[in-house]
C-alpha cells in the first residue's frame, strides 16, 4: 500500500480566489479519483485520472496528472462558499484487488464570503 | 432511488455493549465497503465484499464483523464497543471493481461514540 501524501492539510480563502491542492506518492498510481466531501456527508466521486499527464475540467475545477503519474493536482479558479468541503485523492492500485481504494487524508478547504 | 443508505445516524454506546450498523444500497451494485472516518487519519477500510455471501478483511478490522447475506445489504457488527471505536462510519458500494474509472458511492455516514 503506497502512502498517499496531500497538502495543504488545512486552507482558508476567500470568495474569488485560486487556490491548488495536491496529491503525492512515492510510487506510480495506476489511476487516481478526486471526491469531494461536504460537511455531514459521503464523498462524492469529482473526476477519475488514468494516463499520465492527463488533464480534466469541471467547471471551475481542473484537475492534473503528473506525467509520471506519481502526483495530481486540483486547482480552482474562483473560488466560491459552495466549494467549501474535504477534498480527497484515492489511489487504486494496479492488478490484484484494485477494487480498494487508499485514500489520503484530504485537505479541508474554507472558502469565506 | 435512494443511492446508498445507512442506520442509524448517530449512536451513543457504552463501552462493552454491541451495536449493528446497516447499510443498504438500491444501485445492484455486486460491491459494497465499510470504512471509518477518524480527524487526521481520512478513510480507512475496515471491511469489504465483492459478492453476495463474501465479505474480507480490510486495512483496520479488528474489533469489526461483517455480513452480506443479501446482495442490496451489508451489516457491520461491533461486538464489544471501545472508545477506540469512537468514529463516523461510511459505507460504500460500486458496480464493479475492475475498472479504473469504477466509482464508489457513499451513504451519508453514521456518528458513534463510545463512552
Known amino acids: 500500500t503506497q502512502l498517499l501524501e496531500q497538502s495543504p492539510q488545512f486552507l482558508s480563502i476567500q470568495e474569488g480566489e485560486n487556490l491548488t491542492v495536491y496529491c503525492n506518492s512515492s510510487?506510480?498510481?495506476?489511476?487516481l479519483q478526486w471526491y469531494r466531501q461536504e460537511p455531514g456527508e459521503g464523498p462524492v466521486l469529482l473526476v477519475t485520472v488514468v494516463t499520465g499527464g492527463e488533464v480534466k475540467k469541471l467547471k471551475r475545477l481542473t484537475f492534473q496528472f503528473g506525467d509520471a503519474r506519481k502526483d495530481s493536482s486540483l486547482h480552482i479558479t474562483a473560488a466560491q462558499p459552495g466549494d467549501t468541503g474535504l477534498y480527497l485523492c484515492a489511489e487504486r492500485p494496479s492488478g490484484g484487488s484494485n477494487y480498494k481504494l487508499t485514500f489520503g487524508k484530504g485537505t479541508l478547504l474554507t472558502v469565506n464570503p | 432511488n435512494a443511492g446508498v443508505t445507512q442506520t442509524p445516524k448517530f449512536r451513543v454506546l457504552k463501552t462493552g455493549q454491541s451495536m449493528t450498523l446497516l447499510c443498504a444500497q438500491d444501485m445492484n451494485h455486486e460491491y459494497m465497503y465499510w470504512y471509518r472516518q477518524d480527524p487526521g487519519m481520512g478513510l480507512r477500510l475496515i471491511h469489504y465484499?465483492?459478492?453476495?455471501?463474501?465479505?474480507a478483511k480490510g486495512e483496520v478490522p479488528d474489533g469489526y464483523n461483517v455480513s452480506r447475506l443479501k446482495k442490496q445489504n451489508f451489516l457491520l457488527g461491533l461486538e464489544s464497543a471501545a472508545p477506540s471505536q469512537t468514529s463516523v462510519y461510511f459505507c460504500?458500494?460500486?458496480?464493479?471493481?475492475?475498472?479504473?474509472?469504477?466509482?464508489?458511492?457513499f451513504g451519508p455516514g453514521t456518528r458513534l461514540t463510545v463512552l
Open positions: 460504500a458500494s460500486s458496480k464493479t471493481g475492475w475498472s479504473s474509472y469504477n466509482e464508489q458511492f
Open positions: 465484499s465483492v459478492g453476495e455471501g463474501t465479505t
Open positions: 510510487s506510480v498510481f495506476s489511476s
